[in-house]
DNA sequence: TGACAATATGCCCAAAATGGCATATGTTTG
DNA sequence: CAAACATATGCCATTTTGGGCATATTGTCA
């Protein structure tokens, strides 16, 4: 039996593959409609965000996000920062693969959806202080009436 | 024919999605080490290959080769062209994304594997004749032994 | 037409991913 | 310490994915 022989032959093949997982895990870490919108507020940002102004800008469940991030970072894509009670992420530069990708991703994505989750999220960026994220989950209701507050002060 | 229902399904499902789906679909064919490995022979090689080449380039069975080309192909990154029994894919340049996502990915897969792969198919691509496969698939031994007559003539 | 070759696909199973919910963890503040 | 808040995670049910195998499909040629 040819076939059989040629299973053995893969078999064999496999066991001594030199791992390129790094790769193949960042793009899971694309693969995904939440993750790639997450991954777009990080790029058109450039800047750290925090996991409320996510969640807040894609309007999805706080642990939905919560887990999409924790699938990014384990790609090396985003890296973690603790500040008190809040955590923002950010886009690793320190990764010259990463800093590539960006800038790809940069050009390559264009949907309308992307765009508008950026306007949504430079809504609720309104809300920080001193560059700061310093308030929990926001409604949007309640979004624009602090907003009108806060720009009448 | 459940077939029919269930294309018709997912014709529906994919109009009421925001676009999108063109990038996602996109990295999920990058989201898979094996189709990685296809995709990186045709960023190599930048021409057209059949089945059976990427098959034993890869040491993959025939199947496996062909189910992930079919991903890849839904992705719109690979397009088929049959020539008598055998089937050529290559990339489609026709689409500017995939031009793009093409460039970029010549600088960001450097893994070892991803060199041997192309060593093997080079191998592989010993046996053409006037840039055509003539041939089906070869064992290791098969190939070496057949390239060593062919240098001879 | 029948045999054969190259490629594709249907079915099954196991593994992995995903969403939803409840709740745990860690931090600040009173 | 307790309470409140931002974030993370464990568990369950469901869906999706990938590998393996057998076989179907498509095309060639005698």
Redesign the interface.
């Known amino acids: 039996m040819?076939k059989m022989?040629?299973?053995c032959?893969?078999l064999i093949?496999y066991k001594d593959?030199?791992?390129?997982?790094n790769?193949?895990e960042i793009?899971?870490a694309?693969?995904?409609?939440t993750r790639?919108r997450i991954l777009n507020l990080f790029i058109k940002f450039g800047e750290s965000l925090c996991v409320c102004e996510l969640t807040d800008a894609l309007k999805l469940p706080q642990y939905h996000i919560s887990k999409h991030l924790n699938v990014i970072r384990n790609s090396g894509i985003l890296k973690p920062e603790r500040e008190g009670t809040w955590v923002y992420y950010k886009l690793d530069n320190s990764n010259s693969?990463i800093k590539?990708?960006v800038k790809?991703l940069k050009?390559?994505?264009t949907?309308?959806?992307?765009e508008a989750d950026y306007n949504s999220l430079k809504q609720r960026l309104l809300l920080r202080e001193e560059g700061k994220c310093v308030i929990g989950f926001v409604s949007e209701v309640d979004l624009i009436k602090k907003i009108k507050i806060k720009t009448k002060e």
Do not use: G, S, W
């Open positions: 040819p022989a040629y299973v032959m893969r093949a593959k030199i791992k390129m997982n790769k193949t793009f899971k694309l693969a995904d409609e790639l693969d590539d990708l790809f050009n390559f994505l949907e309308q959806q992307l």
